[in-house]
């Protein structure tokens, strides 16, 4: 196992608000956890309660933590997230659309269109619906920062049979990254987006346990040798929404093992 040196300390993150959705597991959690450590009050989004639970449990007693339930493509879902949001806490100053899902994978030619549709709105639709919803009191309180988590799959094709779809809407998160930044450039919040590469996530490793040749051919993707952590992530994601990444806006951070070199 790597052993991954603590993230840089945000002093100007203690007290403020950071929304994590899909906080309950890999990149969600590890940056949930992250934001916490440097003084955040933490709202974890997503739709299991048991995994939530579970995730909360991995706090510390003094980190304000709390999980609301949302299921990222409703819109009504994600209203309603955020008016508690707000009412719990009165702002929100940090946003890591996180969440995502989609429905089978499989190539163009046999894809059927409720799996196209479930992964359009699984990882595309959501961040807009996000945004849509985070953006309104960002923009009254004239500060915040969104980041939206797109993938390496976003820059290129992707590599393995059956991913069209997902490649699709993570290339779309990263054209909706764009025009909202540029919206918005001017009126104090930024946005930008996140780009990881083959990350150790537990769906990640669990796949890679059933299907070792393919395991294989993913690892030996990453020039680095090796997959990454989410704890990686959650490294860039803290910059990303820190005030030493103030004139980061639009462009998203690549982090991939050298992945897109």
Not at 112 to 123: L, P, Q, V
Not at 179 to 194: F, M, P, Q
Not at 211 to 226: K, S, Y
Not at 232 to 258: K, R
Request: hydrophobic share 40%.
């Amino acid at each position: 196992m790597v052993q991954i040196s603590p993230p840089k300390r945000y002093p100007e993150m203690r007290e403020k608000i950071a929304l994590v959705t899909g906080g309950s597991t890999g990149i969600g959690l590890a940056t949930a956890q992250a934001f916490a450590r440097e003084g955040a009050a933490v709202i974890i989004a997503g739709r299991n309660e048991k995994r939530a639970k579970q995730a909360l449990t991995t706090f510390s007693q003094d980190s304000r933590v709390s999980w609301i339930e949302c299921d990222v493509t409703s819109g009504r879902d994600v209203d309603r997230l955020i008016s508690s949001a707000l009412r719990e806490h009165g702002k929100i100053d940090y946003a890591f659309n996180n969440a995502g899902s989609g429905g089978k994978m499989s190539p163009i030619a046999s894809m059927s269109e409720d799996a196209w549709g479930k992964t359009i709105n699984g990882y595309l639709t959501s961040v807009f619906l996000c945004m849509r919803y985070q953006l309104p009191p960002m923009l009254e309180a004239g500060r915040g920062v969104i980041v939206n988590n797109s993938s390496v799959d976003g820059l290129r094709g992707y590599p393995l049979p059956g991913g069209a779809a997902y490649s699709a809407a993570k290339h779309g998160v990263l054209g909706l990254t764009r025009s909202a930044a540029l919206e918005h450039a001017k009126d104090g919040v930024r946005i930008t987006a996140i780009c990881p590469g083959w990350i150790g996530t537990p769906p990640v490793e669990n796949f890679i346990r059933k299907n070792e040749r393919v395991g294989a051919q993913i690892v030996g993707q990453e020039p680095i040798g090796r997959l990454g952590t989410p704890i990686e992530v959650a490294n860039g994601v803290l910059w990303l929404c820190s005030d030493a990444a103030s004139f980061m806006l639009g462009s998203p951070l690549v982090l991939d093992g050298g992945y897109m070199a």
